[in-house]
């Protein structure tokens, strides 16, 4: 499967954005669809992810209660909503998938990754 990121973006702190995943292939209800973000001189980390049916979702304490995770099969696509976002929340942003109903937060776990894409938020 092949994984593209859209929705890269430069807001002020405070503000929201939305990040899609756009995924090819016809199984893309196999896979368990995670979002990571890497800041400058910082190791890539977990953000959100979904199970392959949507019922299930995690997130990064860091995250939690301003971002959503969700999908949807039937366009191949997932989405990271992001809201009240703040200056430690720019970076790249990355959508992973991997084959599995189980939602995984390290990065070696999973073989498909997008190009990534930027966001930025100034204080």
């Known amino acids: 499967v092949q994984v593209v990121e859209s929705g890269r973006g430069l807001v002020q702190a405070g503000g929201s954005l939305r990040l899609s995943c756009a995924a090819s292939?016809?199984?893309?209800?196999?896979?368990?669809m995670v979002w990571f973000r890497q800041a400058p001189g910082k190791e890539r980390e977990f953000v959100a992810g979904i199970s392959r049916g949507g019922s299930n979702t995690d997130y990064a304490d860091s995250v939690k209660g301003r971002c959503t995770i969700s999908r949807d099969n039937a366009k191949n696509t997932a989405y990271l909503q992001m809201d009240f976002l703040k200056p430690e929340d720019t970076g790249i942003y990355y959508c992973?998938?991997?084959?599995?109903?189980?939602?995984?937060?390290?990065?070696?776990?999973?073989?498909?990754w997008g190009q990534g894409t930027q966001v930025t938020v100034s204080s």
């Open positions: 292939g016809r199984t893309f209800n196999a896979y368990a």
């Open positions: 992973a998938a991997r084959n599995s109903w189980i939602i995984v937060t390290s990065t070696s776990a999973y073989d498909y």
